[in-house]
């Protein structure tokens, strides 16, 4: 079964950095592409970033590209979100996921970007 637990979501100014990661369990990490999606106030779930498995590919929209990086350590079992220059649009619960749309996913890590 996968299992998923993110951390390192906080209250941050604009313009601040946060680094999340997602402890994995459950399948083969190192052979699989992840993802962070996030979750704004009253909206749905949308895409961040994505990793492929050997970790050479990455992609990112828009809204965060230049800013986020994702990355991953499979001897850790661990994916990471580097985010620098938050803005208050970036305020959302974050979570790791197996696929692009979310699903599987953890229960989350909220991210306040607020002055």
């Known amino acids: 079964e996968v299992h998923l637990v993110e951390s390192g979501g906080g209250l941050v100014q604009p313009g601040g950095s946060l680094r999340l990661s997602c402890a994995a369990s459950?399948?083969?990490?190192?052979?699989?592409?992840m993802y962070w999606v996030r979750q704004p106030p009253g909206k749905g779930l949308e895409w961040v970033s994505t990793i492929l498995a050997d970790g050479g590919d990455t992609w990112y929209s828009n809204v965060v590209k230049g800013r986020f990086t994702i990355s991953r350590d499979d001897a850790k079992n661990t994916l990471y979100l580097q985010m620098n220059s938050l803005k208050t649009e970036d305020n959302a619960i974050y979570f790791c996921?197996?696929?692009?749309?979310?699903?599987?996913r953890g229960q989350g890590t909220q991210v306040t970007v607020s002055s």
């Open positions: 459950g399948f083969t990490f190192s052979n699989s592409t």
């Open positions: 996921s197996t696929t692009s749309i979310g699903t599987p």
